[in-house]
Nanobody, 114 residues
Framework: QVQLVESGGGLVQTGGSLRLSCAAS????????MGWSRQAPGKERELVAH???????AYADSVKDRFTISRDNAKNTVYLQMNNLKPEDTARYYC????????WGQGTQVTVSP
């Protein structure tokens, strides 16, 4: 079983930056999938960034060129660097992983003020 713990959320002004962290209980290098999703009130959860092969990543159009996913295999941690934040980025952000089953963290709240 994989346990995921997110951190790094908070309140930031428009144009600001945050870095989210997702600490995994096991090796992130061995997981079949790792990514970040978000869910805003009244909206469906959406996948915003994930690894596609090695260090290569894919992003939702809404965050492309502003968000960067990365990982530190030695620390079993995945990061989401978020720059130039906008009010529409306000959501709860979840780390997601696939091993033999899908796993989710508890999420971390990101609020971007106008």
């Amino acid at each position: 079983q994989v346990q995921l713990v997110e951190s790094g959320g908070g309140l930031v002004q428009t144009g600001g930056s945050l870095r989210l962290s997702c600490a995994a209980s096991g090796s992130v290098a061995s997981l079949n999938f790792m990514g970040w999703s978000r869910q805003a009130p009244g909206k469906e959860r959406e996948l915003v960034a994930h690894f596609i092969s090695g260090a290569n990543a894919a992003y939702a159009d809404s965050v492309k060129d502003r968000f960067t996913i990365s990982r530190d295999n030695a620390k079993n941690t995945v990061y989401l660097q978020m720059n130039n934040l906008k009010p529409e980025d306000t959501a709860r952000y979840y780390c997601r992983a696939l091993d033999k089953a899908w796993y989710w963290g508890q999420g971390t709240q990101v609020t971007v003020s106008p």
